[in-house]
């Protein structure tokens, strides 16, 4: 009872600490830090759109064979590719990302995150001049392997894209505005669906237009990337200091002739240094096998690859890749291109939500109700397809659930593994790690992809529905008891979490968020230990208090 009390007391400000935390509320506030203010946040904004715009390009590879697929299948046309051809088409560009995924590891850590972009664009470009001359042949068989060569460099491109620009974003970039920078990553990606969803619904039957196209888009995202300064993070992993002020100068907003001393800045520069020199000296001392035996390595490597697997095996790709024809055959009766282009408006309109979503609900909460939306999307249409009655009373209901299905999947686990790669790995391995989880990742995609027509095929499109409808329910068992919240949390705190096994209690999260809240009323309390006092108390007082009546339940 006298706990309960106290607490009360605590809650009404009946104590003296009210003085502590009411005094000072009206002075002016001091100004937000140099990564926070607008020219700071406007530049970084801008250097993670110029990149993305090759993510963009690989949104665009992954839609294309929803709207070319019925050109190139049909008999009548130069291209005439058969039910198993065509499944190539498709998937190919899936099993080259994983290659991609290892190969991006090496690049960014060897040549930076920049040069990975542009030679990524490159890759693109290349891949796609192949689609554009490949009718230029004089045999069917010629054409189809330029075809498949084409796609494979698209699908490297892929793999190549997804991870630099996601490194990117974190490492130039406060806490704060992390979420919504990483963010852009799954904004561009949907950007490039809804594009390609569009081109295929005006520019119908002519595939050579719509990679002439692309083409000439994957070369503006070239010298999109020209202009862009490379991470500060990696150019003091490597030792170029002065560099890599000039980049850090830039992402603060401020000039790069300003000589002025900046006390925060300065000190920002040599936490960013001291964790590089740290992560050199690991680099230099650990071998890979050590490296992985970590915990803080280990952990989130295993964590990812789940949360990868069941991204990708709840049928997200499958909906994305044969959007039209899974229309199709669900008994939509509307145009099934414009069908697509619905998937890929609500797809975008969602995705620009996300970063607000996972910064107000924290990771966890928006992938468990991604995956329990998925699972009843999932069984609605597993149902529409069992008993075909539904859908003629109700026919709209298939559209219904397949636009619902891409919505509650942009709410999380088709984001979340893409969100928190760029988060849970330690800086030293951040870049093999990510292009080793991408790798795994883009095999799952593969998989499902190649597997998908044949799965269809020996068990009926509802029950392949009613699968990715438990691989989703399985999803949300695994997001609730694996996947911790990071929300909030620095790179360093996630890392440390993953190396001691610690999890910050709310306790620990409610005292920082009001730390930062104090702060920036100026000078409330004399101390750090006269903050910690309250809330230490506070603390101890609910959790007797709640420990209390779980026992007498």
Not at 491 to 516: C, D, H, M, P
Request: glycine share 8%; proline share 4%.
């Amino acid at each position: 009872m006298t706990n309960q009390s106290e607490l009360v007391k605590l809650q009404n400000g009946n104590t003296t600490h009210q003085v502590l935390i009411v005094k000072g509320l009206d002075k002016t506030k001091p100004p937000k830090p140099l990564g926070e203010r607008k020219k700071a946040v406007l530049r970084q904004e801008l250097m993670v759109l110029l990149g993305n715009t090759c993510v963009v390009a690989s949104g665009m590879s992954v839609a294309l064979p929803s709207v070319s697929l019925a050109q190139l299948t049909d008999p009548n046309d130069i291209y005439n590719l058969n039910t198993e051809e065509s499944s190539w088409f498709a998937s190919i560009n899936s099993m080259a990302c994983p290659l991609g995924g290892l190969l991006v590891g090496y690049l960014m850590d060897r040549i930076g995150r920049r040069n990975t972009m542009l030679c990524t664009n490159c890759v693109g470009i290349v891949g796609l001049l192949l689609l554009v001359t490949a009718p230029s042949h004089s045999t069917r068989d010629a054409i189809y392997i330029q075809l498949l060569v084409g796609r494979f460099l698209c699908g490297l491109m892929i793999g190549l894209s997804l991870s630099p620009i996601g490194s990117y974003s974190a490492e130039i970039s406060l806490p704060r505005i992390r979420g919504r920078l990483i963010m852009g990553t799954s904004i561009a990606i949907a950007c490039g669906i809804l594009f390609m969803y569009l081109l295929g619904y005006f520019i119908r039957n002519n595939f050579k237009l719509i990679s002439i196209i692309s083409v000439v888009y994957q070369c503006f995202a070239f010298c999109c990337c020209l202009p862009m300064p490379e991470s500060p993070s990696w150019l003091l992993q490597k030792g170029y200091e002065e560099r890599a002020r000039k980049s850090l100068k830039y992402f603060r907003g401020l000039s790069k002739n300003d000589n002025n001393i900046y006390e925060e800045f300065e000190t920002e520069l040599a936490l960013i240094k001291k964790n590089s020199d740290l992560s050199r000296s690991a680099a230099a001392n650990e071998s890979l096998l050590q490296a992985i035996r970590a915990p803080e390595v280990y952990k989130p490597l295993i964590m990812m690859i789940g949360l990868f697997f069941f991204q990708q095996c709840s049928g997200i790709v499958v909906v994305i890749v044969f959007a039209a024809q899974i229309a199709t055959r669900a008994g939509v009766s509307a145009d099934p291109l414009l069908v697509a282009v619905f998937v890929g408006v609500a797809r975008i309109v969602t995705t620009f939500f996300m970063g607000a979503i996972f910064e107000k609900w924290g990771r966890r909460p928006a992938g468990i109700v991604s995956a329990a939306g998925m699972t009843v999307c999932m069984l609605i249409l597993a149902a529409n397809g069992w008993w075909p009655a539904i859908g003629q009373h109700v026919p709209l209901l298939p559209v219904v659930a397949i636009v619902l299905h891409i919505i509650f999947s942009t709410m999380g686990l088709l984001t979340l593994p893409f969100f928190m790669i760029s988060e849970v790995f330690p800086q030293r391995v951040r870049g093999s790690a990510n292009g080793f989880t991408l790798c795994i990742g883009l095999l799952f995609s593969f998989s499902v992809v190649k597997l998908y027509p044949t799965m269809e095929t020996l068990i009926g499109t509802a029950n392949s529905f009613a699968f990715f409808g438990a691989i989703s329910l399985l999803g949300v068992a695994f997001i609730y008891f694996i996947v911790p919240e990071t929300k909030g949390r620095s790179l360093l705190e996630i890392e440390n979490y993953f190396r001691t096994g610690r999890k910050v209690s709310n306790a620990e999260v409610a005292r920082r968020q009001s730390q930062i809240a104090m702060e920036e009323a100026a000078g409330i309390y004399r101390s750090d230990l006269e903050l910690n006092e309250v809330f230490l108390k506070l603390s101890k007082v609910d959790d007797e208090l709640g420990k209390t009546v779980n026992g007498k339940e």
